[in-house]
């Protein structure tokens, strides 16, 4: 096949012609295929039914706290302890909540609100502006958090090795710059690990605002699908020896990991952040829901046995990331209409069109029946600048109509581009 952009105008046309042929075949089909979310298939999901067969009557009690009573505001020690082996931290920085961290993330930023964070001079509800940085592609659940308390969202741009530090370094003098986003370990879409250079510059940041709060969601710590476990550095140390002990919050949970809305979340802080949190926790809750997070220590136990779990989802992941590749390599890679990164790890690929096609490559894809994340949903108010980026979801959907919904998929990606080009001859 030959590049897009190198045919002329007839050759173009023919090439839209053809592809609006395989379109109209595709449409015909009837499809209803589902690749929007990031979400287990139901035999990953599976992979955990023996943990609801665990006895936690026995084992109710546990250092001294029984899980079917009231107490234990910070969680069960035992599923401290899981945590803490998990992320490489200590079990006193960690506190273990209920199903989502996206809600633990959601309550650290709306206590900074209403009451201030550790060193804020007031509660943020009192200042007149409030600036967040948000690394683009990213997650739209977190520019939403930040969006729904009134924050003027800044895109920060994604290199290979993370985000741009050159301008966090200099927004941050900014004493309005408050927080960043960041997903350090197979980022959501990309599949980005950040570089240990990009972390070290991370923890050592001297932000204009002395109550700066870097939300480090880990949701992919474990996550790997293709090789071995990928270690991954202290967040925490780091920031405390690099003179900020108070600036980060880490977030995790086992929602892909066991059931995805009835796992576990956690988030990890420095020992001061945990006294001021846990004071201000007190007067909402006594304690979350403890049986389900007996449940889980006993089911998973440490990192070690997590990591044998994982290796179990990744024999249903990694074929389907393969057929993706596969489909992509083969079909749009010649033609020269689109890049992707290709992860090791978490739950999406990252594709970009050539720009101004993403979210007509969307609307086709829908209309064939294929429902895929919105277009500009990876960036901060739904705006790709570039009109380049999509989302690919593949752990939902049985190979075979995974394997559909890439036909369909690239099928689109042509005809967007032709469309596209011809325009611009």
């Known amino acids: 096949m030959t590049s897009l952009k190198q045919m002329d105008r007839a050759e173009l046309q023919m090439f839209y012609e053809a592809a609006l042929k395989e379109y109209e075949s595709c449409k015909a089909k009837g499809l209803k295929l589902d690749m929007s979310r990031g979400k287990p298939s139901r035999a990953q999901v599976a992979l955990s039914n023996d943990m609801l067969n665990i006895d936690v009557v026995s084992n109710a009690v546990t250092d001294g706290i029984d899980a079917f009573n009231y107490g234990g505001l910070d969680g069960l020690p035992i599923c401290r302890r899981f945590f803490a082996d998990t992320l490489g931290v200590k079990p006193e920085q960690v506190f273990v909540g209920g199903n989502a961290s996206l809600q633990l993330m959601y309550d ?37 958090v930040t969006q729904a308390f009134g924050m003027e969202l800044i895109t920060v741009p994604m290199n290979d090795d993370g985000p741009d530090m050159d301008m966090v370094e200099e927004v941050v003098k900014d004493p309005a710059v408050k927080g960043m986003w960041c997903v350090p370990k197979y980022s959501n879409p990309d599949g980005i690990v950040y570089s240990d250079e990009v972390i070290d510059r991370i923890a050592h940041l001297k932000p204009a605002a002395a109550d700066f709060l870097l939300m480090w969601d880990n949701a992919y710590c474990i996550h790997e699908f293709d090789g071995e476990f990928r270690p991954f550095r202290d967040i925490l140390t780091l920031c405390s020896e690099a003179g900020n002990p108070d600036m980060v919050f880490e977030f995790a949970s086992t929602s ?32 979350f829901d403890k049986i389900n997070q007996l449940r889980h220590a006993l089911f998973l136990k440490d990192r ?40 090791k790890g978490g739950y999406f690929v990252s594709f970009f069109t ?3 096609c993403a979210k007509r490559t969307n609307q086709l894809a829908k209309e064939a029946g294929v429902v895929m994340t919105a277009a500009g949903a990876t960036y901060p108010y739904g705006i790709d600048p570039e009109d380049s980026n999509l989302r690919i979801a593949p752990s939902y959907p049985p190979v075979e109509e995974l394997k559909e919904a890439m036909s369909v998929f690239c099928t689109c990606v042509k005809l967007a581009a032709a469309e596209k080009l011809l325009a611009e001859k």
Not at 124 to 132: E, F
């Open 108 to 144: 650290t930023i709306a206590k900074a609100y209403t009451h201030g964070l550790l060193h804020s001079e007031k509660p943020w509800s009192k200042l007149d502006k409030i600036k967040w940085l948000c690394p683009a592609p990213g997650y739209d659940r977190h520019f939403k």
């Open 304 to 343: 070690a046995t997590a990591l044998v779990h994982m290796k179990k989802h990744a024999e249903f992941l990694k074929p389907k990331f393969d057929i993706v590749l596969e489909y992509l390599e083969r079909e749009i890679k010649p033609l020269d209409i689109g890049r992707w990164h290709t992860p």
């Open 256 to 287: 892909k990991i066991t059931f995805p809305g009835s796992g576990v979340a956690c988030f990890a802080c420095s020992k001061a952040n945990m006294a001021y949190m846990k004071k201000l926790i007190s007067a909402q809750t006594i304690s």
């Open 354 to 356: 050539i720009p101004g």
